[in-house]
């Protein structure tokens, strides 16, 4: 993976006058920073003063031109600055005891229960006064992440589903994606990029292939194969590879991005590299970076500015929801507790609006495997099931201003897919047939239909889905043919699912070939 080169911005000492350090009224009170932030640090030990070497925040700025201002400032307070040239977001870095004379808060350092040691400030960083015209938020002081993968394994075995799981050819029966690998379409000339913390054993994918008569594949690693297993990456790229077995497959190893702080910068240079080298493709990320709750969004100004690059571009970007049934935040705390306010929140990078995240549901199915019915997954008690809820960071999308609900955030899922490891997918792990699940299935089941989708399109004279969201809805409000099942039944810890939108499972999940050619439509200005 290329390492981005970040463009330092340096100024003359003759430019600094009028750009002082701060004064005490430069900068408004700081506020501490409660819920799930607040519960981490109040779980972990408090060492004292911090003795990082450097500590570092993101600065949101107000425009894509250099942030000269930023620069004068920051130097005037012994802070460096890195820009990009043309990013709306600049990282801010010094030593602990400036980056806090700088922004009137305190920098600490704390050990997590488990020994993992990192810094952070128990009080939210404000804007002075000099930079309010050109910076619009500050992220936190923070240098951990709470990230997570999943790792499927042998669930009891289910009833609502024939042979105990759904082959490939039963999912392409059941979300209706047959009529369409029927007339030729299965992914040719598209590429999956699936973004994983752990690798994968080509010895399954061979079985797999081999077991349903599936084209062979095996995908580009791009970072270096993860030493760790989890299998969360095979499954993701075996359920992918069912709906759309001759599109490319890419595995991006993820794992560099966590550690060491400065975490959604990281996301984001990664981001940008998979976008330079595989352009127009469809991403499936199974991975959680934090909730949405412990973060500003300032903090994700890298991300989102790396997806929005993409998906103007043409690139499609699907995230799971999580697995929690959207309490994200409750992550490391005891499951026999009752949930609190401060664990509901949104897997941080799912809650970008230009994301398409992905919730998940139980499925029912005849012995042919044709659809029956489908419910809003969730085991009890609330211990695992379909992420939803608001964010806590964006405002509504104009297109999900027809949901039924009265937030001006926007909501999550957008759309859903089988989840519940009773009736999930088929895939071969350790040289074995189980059974996979979770919303970290949903995400690369929908991502191997977009590439069936893209192929069917540009084959029909359209393009490439882009950014999906806009054109989920607009089909939802209204289309020539049915594109979804709609999920009428079922709950999580914030939503019951009803008609319509609803925060359990979104429009609810594919019916593949209306969907397509809905799709077309909308291009030719038909719908």
Same mark, same amino acid.
């Given at each position: 993976?290329?390492?981005?080169? /970040?463009?330092? #911005?340096?100024?003359?000492? @003759?430019?600094?006058?009028?750009?002082?350090?701060?004064? +005490?009224?430069? #900068?408004?009170?700081?506020?501490p920073i409660s819920g799930p932030y607040a519960v981490l640090l109040q779980s972990s030990a408090d060492l004292g003063d911090?003795?990082? +070497?450097?500590?570092?925040?993101?600065?949101?700025?107000r425009g894509r031109q250099a942030p000269d201002r930023l620069q004068r400032w920051a130097t005037a307070n012994g802070l460096s600055v890195r820009w990009e040239p043309g990013a709306g977001w600049a990282v801010l870095q010094g030593s602990p005891v400036s980056v806090s004379t700088a922004f009137g808060v305190p920098v600490r350092d704390y050990r997590k229960p488990s020994g993992e040691q990192f810094y952070a400030s128990?009080?939210? !960083?404000?804007?002075?006064?000099?930079?309010?015209?050109?910076?619009?938020? @500050?992220?936190?002081? #923070?240098?951990?992440?709470?990230?997570?993968?999943?790792?499927?394994?042998?669930?009891?075995?289910?009833?609502?589903?024939?042979? +105990?799981?759904?082959? !490939?050819?039963? @999912?392409?029966?059941?979300?209706?994606?047959?009529?369409?690998?029927?007339?030729?379409?299965?992914?040719?000339?598209?590429t999956i990029v699936v973004f994983a913390f752990d690798g994968f054993d080509q010895a399954d994918l061979d079985m797999f292939a081999a077991t349903y008569r599936l084209p062979r594949f095996t995908p580009e690693v791009v970072g270096g194969m993860p030493e760790q297993r989890n299998n969360e990456a095979s499954m993701d790229l075996q359920v992918a590879h069912a709906l759309a077995p001759d599109a490319r497959t890419v595995l991006v190893n993820a794992r560099p991005t966590v550690g060491g702080g400065g975490t959604y910068v990281k996301i984001a240079d990664m981001m940008r590299d998979v976008d330079r080298r595989f352009p127009g493709a469809v991403w499936s990320l199974s991975i959680g970076w934090g909730c949405d709750r412990m973060i500003t969004a300032a903090d994700l100004a890298p991300v989102r500015e790396a997806v929005a690059d993409?998906?103007?571009?043409?690139?499609?970007? /699907?995230?799971?929801?999580? *697995?929690?049934?959207?309490?994200?935040?409750?992550?490391? +705390?005891?499951?026999?507790?009752?949930?609190?306010?401060?664990?509901?929140g949104l897997d941080a990078v799912a809650s970008l609006p230009e994301v398409t995240t992905v919730g998940g549901t139980t499925l029912s199915t005849d012995q042919n495997y044709r659809w029956l019915a489908e419910l809003g997954w969730m085991d009890g008690p609330l211990t695992h099931g379909s992420g939803g809820g608001i964010s806590a960071l964006f405002e509504r999308p104009p297109w999900q201003s027809a949901a039924p609900d009265t937030a001006l955030r926007r909501l999550t899922p957008d759309i859903s897919a089988v989840a519940d490891t009773n009736t999930g997918a088929v895939i071969v792990l350790n040289q074995q047939l189980v059974v996979g699940g979770g919303t970290s299935q949903a995400a690369p089941l929908w991502a191997g239909i977009a590439a069936v989708i893209n192929e069917f399109l540009i084959d029909n004279g359209g393009r490439a889905l882009g950014e999906f969201n806009p054109t989920l809805y607009r089909i939802a409000a209204g289309a020539t043919r049915p594109a979804f099942h709609d999920i009428v039944l079922g709950t999580n810890a914030v939503a019951v699912?009803?008609?319509?939108? *609803?925060?359990?499972?979104?429009?609810?999940?594919? %019916?593949? *070939? %209306?969907?397509?050619?809905d799709i077309l439509d909308v291009q030719r200005g038909m719908a």
């Amino acid at each position: 993976m290329t390492r981005t080169v /970040f463009a330092l #911005l340096t100024v003359s000492v @003759l430019t600094l006058a009028g750009c002082a350090m701060r004064s +005490h009224t430069d #900068l408004p009170s700081a506020q501490p920073i409660s819920g799930p932030y607040a519960v981490l640090l109040q779980s972990s030990a408090d060492l004292g003063d911090s003795r990082a +070497h450097a500590v570092q925040l993101t600065a949101e700025l107000r425009g894509r031109q250099a942030p000269d201002r930023l620069q004068r400032w920051a130097t005037a307070n012994g802070l460096s600055v890195r820009w990009e040239p043309g990013a709306g977001w600049a990282v801010l870095q010094g030593s602990p005891v400036s980056v806090s004379t700088a922004f009137g808060v305190p920098v600490r350092d704390y050990r997590k229960p488990s020994g993992e040691q990192f810094y952070a400030s128990p009080e939210q !960083p404000t804007v002075p006064a000099a930079l309010r015209d050109s910076v619009s938020g @500050l992220g936190r002081i #923070l240098s951990y992440t709470p990230y997570h993968s999943s790792s499927p394994s042998i669930p009891p075995l289910p009833i609502d589903v024939p042979d +105990h799981g759904l082959p !490939p050819d039963a @999912l392409r029966t059941i979300y209706n994606v047959r009529p369409l690998a029927d007339a030729g379409y299965t992914g040719k000339g598209t590429t999956i990029v699936v973004f994983a913390f752990d690798g994968f054993d080509q010895a399954d994918l061979d079985m797999f292939a081999a077991t349903y008569r599936l084209p062979r594949f095996t995908p580009e690693v791009v970072g270096g194969m993860p030493e760790q297993r989890n299998n969360e990456a095979s499954m993701d790229l075996q359920v992918a590879h069912a709906l759309a077995p001759d599109a490319r497959t890419v595995l991006v190893n993820a794992r560099p991005t966590v550690g060491g702080g400065g975490t959604y910068v990281k996301i984001a240079d990664m981001m940008r590299d998979v976008d330079r080298r595989f352009p127009g493709a469809v991403w499936s990320l199974s991975i959680g970076w934090g909730c949405d709750r412990m973060i500003t969004a300032a903090d994700l100004a890298p991300v989102r500015e790396a997806v929005a690059d993409a998906v103007s571009r043409g690139t499609t970007v /699907f995230n799971a929801s999580g *697995d929690l049934a959207g309490l994200e935040c409750k992550r490391g +705390h005891d499951w026999s507790a009752p949930p609190g306010p401060s664990d509901v929140g949104l897997d941080a990078v799912a809650s970008l609006p230009e994301v398409t995240t992905v919730g998940g549901t139980t499925l029912s199915t005849d012995q042919n495997y044709r659809w029956l019915a489908e419910l809003g997954w969730m085991d009890g008690p609330l211990t695992h099931g379909s992420g939803g809820g608001i964010s806590a960071l964006f405002e509504r999308p104009p297109w999900q201003s027809a949901a039924p609900d009265t937030a001006l955030r926007r909501l999550t899922p957008d759309i859903s897919a089988v989840a519940d490891t009773n009736t999930g997918a088929v895939i071969v792990l350790n040289q074995q047939l189980v059974v996979g699940g979770g919303t970290s299935q949903a995400a690369p089941l929908w991502a191997g239909i977009a590439a069936v989708i893209n192929e069917f399109l540009i084959d029909n004279g359209g393009r490439a889905l882009g950014e999906f969201n806009p054109t989920l809805y607009r089909i939802a409000a209204g289309a020539t043919r049915p594109a979804f099942h709609d999920i009428v039944l079922g709950t999580n810890a914030v939503a019951v699912a009803g008609p319509g939108y *609803d925060m359990v499972t979104g429009l609810g999940t594919p %019916n593949a *070939d %209306n969907l397509a050619r809905d799709i077309l439509d909308v291009q030719r200005g038909m719908a």
